[in-house]
């Protein structure tokens, strides 16, 4: 179970790292701004807890869930990490995990359904890990913990893509945040 955590704590210690680098680049190279955003530091932390919550549950009182919840914790993680890498592909050299002028707004691959398919992933993400590892309450409260971050992010995001791109306020800001319509608006 811990190889399982620092797998996707890896992972997303790589994201951060690669898209810092990233930022950096395009700011000296193209001038690109990068912005401050709030609750940058409560994101990552709240991040950070999770994984480090998951990993203590596992050494210091492991819980071994039932196997239906394990199992469907799994195929959430599964899920969500297939959305990832076709949100990832889909956006190419653009993602970054900071508010970033992305030089073009991308309607494809997953974006064509919702606006906010990494969002998704990270929320999935974020309640499936913790309950594999058998962290009920670390599930809990990061669940919890990072709805309060993505509160504040996700309103931030769209306020910076829709003042700097017209189509994210003509075709994106129509598209539902998480879920897509299963059927079509008349």
């Known amino acids: 179970m811990l190889e399982l955590i620092g797998l996707f704590a890896l992972a997303r210690g790589l994201e951060v790292f690669s898209s810092l680098a990233r930022a950096r680049a395009a700011r000296e190279e193209q001038g ?6 709030p609750g940058w530091g409560q994101m990552v932390l709240t ?30 993680l599964a899920l969500a990490t297939a959305l990832r890498a076709w949100m990832l592909l889909s ?3 653009r993602w970054s995990v900071l ?17 906010h398919p990494n969002y998704l992933a990270i929320v999935l993400e974020v309640a499936a890990l913790p309950l594999v590892a ?9 669940t919890l913990a990072n709805a ?16 700097r791109f017209r189509a994210y306020r003509e075709v994106m800001m129509k598209r539902p945040r998480f ?5 079509a608006r008349s």
């Open 47 to 76: 991040h950070v807890a999770i994984f480090v919550g998951s990993a203590a549950s596992v050494i210091l009182g492991p819980t071994v869930p039932g196997r239906p919840l394990a199992m469907a914790a799994l195929v959430i």
């Open 32 to 37: 690109v701004q990068v912005f401050k955003e």
């Open 179 to 183: 879920l897509p319509r299963l059927v």
């Open 134 to 142: 058998g962290a009920y309450g670390v599930a809990a409260w990061g």
């Open 148 to 163: 309060l971050v993505l509160a504040r992010r996700i309103p931030f995001e769209e306020r910076f893509l829709a003042a």
């Open 91 to 93: 956006l190419g050299g």
């Open 99 to 115: 508010v970033i002028d992305p030089g073009d707004v991308v309607t494809t691959g997953p974006y064509r359904f919702i606006r």
